[in-house]
Nanobody
Framework: QVRLVESGGGSVQAGGSLRLSCAAS?????????MGWFRQAPGKERERVAT???????SYTDSVKGRFTISTDNAKNTVYLQMNALKPEDTAMYYC????????????????????WGQGTQVTVSS
């Protein structure tokens, strides 16, 4: 059984930093592995934040490029999201997700590539 557990959320002032972690258990890494972070703000749809594939191939939504970095530690089965220069509009529930899919589908955050989801961790950025 695959289980994803996020941690590291919290409240921070604008311009601050947070690092989210996602510990994955029961998940098997394959060539088609796709992992990522999504977020959902109140009243808005869930959106892709960043994805990562084997070989450290990453993709980001435009609004976080240059500020967020996704990475993995395969030895620890953990995915990270380093968030710098946080803005109030980054406030949301952040979800870790994992699955398998084609590279383009993964990069675009298509839901079919993410069959496993965590419970989420709240990030609140105040101005």
């Amino acid at each position: 059984q695959v289980r994803l557990v996020e941690s590291g959320g919290g409240s921070v002032q604008a311009g601050g930093s947070l690092r989210l972690s996602c510990a994955a258990s029961g998940y098997t890494y394959k060539a088609s592995t796709c992992m990522g972070w999504f977020r959902q703000a109140p009243g808005k749809e869930r959106e892709r934040v960043a994805t990562i594939r084997p070989g450290a191939s990453t993709s980001y939504t435009d609004s976080v490029k240059g500020r967020f970095t996704i990475s993995t530690d395969n030895a620890k089965n953990t995915v990270y999201l380093q968030m710098n220069a946080l803005k109030p509009e980054d406030t949301a529930m952040y979800y870790c997700a994992a699955g398998y899919g084609l590279p383009a589908n993964c990069d675009y955050g298509l839901r079919g590539s993410f069959g496993y989801w965590g419970q989420g961790t709240q990030v609140t950025v105040s101005s």
